[in-house]
């Protein structure tokens, strides 16, 4: 007995020992509809009544994701304020620091000695708190240099496999911010190729503002079919990666006026077109975090949306 005893403890610790863990799960699983976001720079990003002032506004209307910038401009030095990052957890807001790896694209292959600051900065910002790392500017210049296509794509894959190691090591989201044109075309002269980033990062965010499609009137003169338009095509293109795509979309008055519409509405119809895709929701940009239109935009879809159901909740009438 005493050795049938022995035997069935050992066969059960052997079970154990072959059951994997329990996968971790994902940050944005909290959340169970589109992952609705604002930019912070890095200044702004480490004012907490700011922050918790915009929280408090956008939060009503579905607010659920902020991207801070974690260094200066055209600089490594690592800035945050935990209580910031302490704040946003607490109000279960999912958090990307963005790390701006080559500041206006380079026009040669970085040194040994900025790749060295640049991976040091991605490992403070992955083991920061954050739920994501967010890369941006991670492509050469669109003025001329010296290297092939293939050599620019192997230079930022090198990268990425760095960055996507790092963040694996801290089980955090790695993500990378691409030239909204690059959904559109299968090679660009700045090194940024969709199915390259596809293999190493989790999200995919294109800077579609339509204000950008500098003569096209189309693109320029319509925010929704612009973003839906990219967005899609972007979409497309990570059928069977492990990528999925979240947009920028244009929360600053530039050029809005081509639409013919309220900046009000030129958001909406934005934030209408992205949430009709498959994408993991949008991130509103404004460099100096001015994001009231912004929150009243996501007030009228919300209020739309309420009499929307109520109305087909009433009976037809017999």
């Known amino acids: ?12 610790l052997g079970l154990q020992c072959a059951t994997p863990p329990a996968e971790k799960e994902a940050p944005e699983a909290r959340f169970s509809g589109p992952m609705r976001g604002i930019y912070i720079d890095v200044n702004r990003g480490r004012n907490l009544e700011l922050v918790k002032s915009l929280v408090q506004k956008g939060k009503p209307y579905g607010l659920n994701y902020i991207v801070v910038d974690v260094q200066p401009y055209a600089s490594y030095r690592f800035l945050l304020n935990p209580e910031v990052i302490q704040y946003l957890k607490s109000e279960n807001i999912y958090i990307a620091g963005r790390v701006v790896c080559f500041q206006d694209g380079l026009m040669r292959k970085a040194s040994e000695e ?5 991976y040091e900065l991605i490992e403070k910002t992955a083991a920061a708190g954050f739920d994501e790392v967010q890369l941006d500017y991670i492509r050469f210049a669109d003025d001329y240099t010296p290297y092939s296509l293939q050599s620019k794509y192997d230079y930022i894959e090198e990268i990425l496999k760095q960055a996507r190691a790092t963040a694996d090591k801290y089980n955090v989201k790695l993500g ?6 690059v959904v559109y075309n299968k090679d660009d002269l700045i090194g940024q190729k969709l199915e390259n980033f596809a293999k190493y990062v989790d999200v995919i965010y294109p800077m579609l503002y339509p204000s950008h499609f500098t003569g096209d009137r189309k693109r320029l003169s319509n925010p929704g ?7 899609t095509k ?6 069977g990666t492990r990528a999925t795509i979240q947009p920028f979309i244009q929360a600053f008055g530039y050029n809005v006026g081509y639409a013919r519409m309220s900046y009000k509405d030129y958001i909406v119809a934005q934030i209408r077109a992205a949430e009709k895709t498959e994408a993991r929701g949008w991130v509103a940009w404004n460099a100096r975090a001015e994001y009231d239109t912004l929150f ?6 919300q209020q739309d949306d ?7 909740a009433v009976p037809a009438e017999q």
């Open 1 to 12: 007995m005493k050795i049938r005893s022995i035997l069935l403890v050992l066969i059960l």
């Open 114 to 118: 900025k790749l060295k600051q640049l």
């Open 176 to 181: 990378a911010d691409l030239f909204g044109r």
């Open 225 to 231: 079919f612009t973003i839906h338009e990219g967005t």
């Open 234 to 239: 972007g979409l497309d293109r990570l059928t």
């Open 296 to 301: 009243q935009a996501m007030e009228a879809i």
């Open 306 to 312: 309420k009499a929307s159901t109520q109305q087909e």
